[in-house]
Nanobody
Framework: QVQLIESGGGLVQAGGSLRLSCAASGRTFSSQAMAWFRQAPGKEREFVAA????????DYADSVKGRFTISRDTAKNTVYLQMNSLKPEDTAVYYCAGDLPYSRVKYAPNYWGQGTQVTVSS
């Protein structure tokens, strides 16, 4: 079992930056692939970024490539999402997720956090 708690959301102006954190509990965190998803009002939840257990592989949605960076600190049981050059269309609730194998975490992870709101004003 892995429990996930997100933090770091908030209100930011377009062009600004935010860093989301996801603190994980459970002995299996280091072996889990981790991901970030988001859900905007009236839209389906969508994949944002994923990172493998070894941090050797990362993937991003086309809409965030070059602006967002996912990373993890195994010693702190935490995964991060650094978001730069934010746009109003990035406004959403952001969710942290974890699972194995890596392919599953990008599409149908079993473990989810409660979400953190990110609002980007124009």
């Amino acid at each position: 079992q892995v429990q996930l708690i997100e933090s770091g959301g908030g209100l930011v102006q377009a062009g600004g930056s935010l860093r989301l954190s996801c603190a994980a509990s459970g002995r299996t965190f280091s072996s889990q692939a981790m991901a970030w998803f988001r859900q905007a009002p009236g839209k389906e939840r969508e994949f944002v970024a994923a990172i493998s257990s070894s941090s050797g592989r990362t993937d991003y949605a086309d809409s965030v490539k070059g602006r967002f960076t996912i990373s993890r600190d195994t010693a702190k049981n935490t995964v991060y999402l650094q978001m730069n050059s934010l746009k109003p269309e990035d406004t959403a609730v952001y969710y942290c997720a974890g699972d194995l194998p890596y392919s599953r975490v990008k599409y149908a992870p079993n473990y989810w956090g409660q979400g953190t709101q990110v609002t980007v004003s124009s």
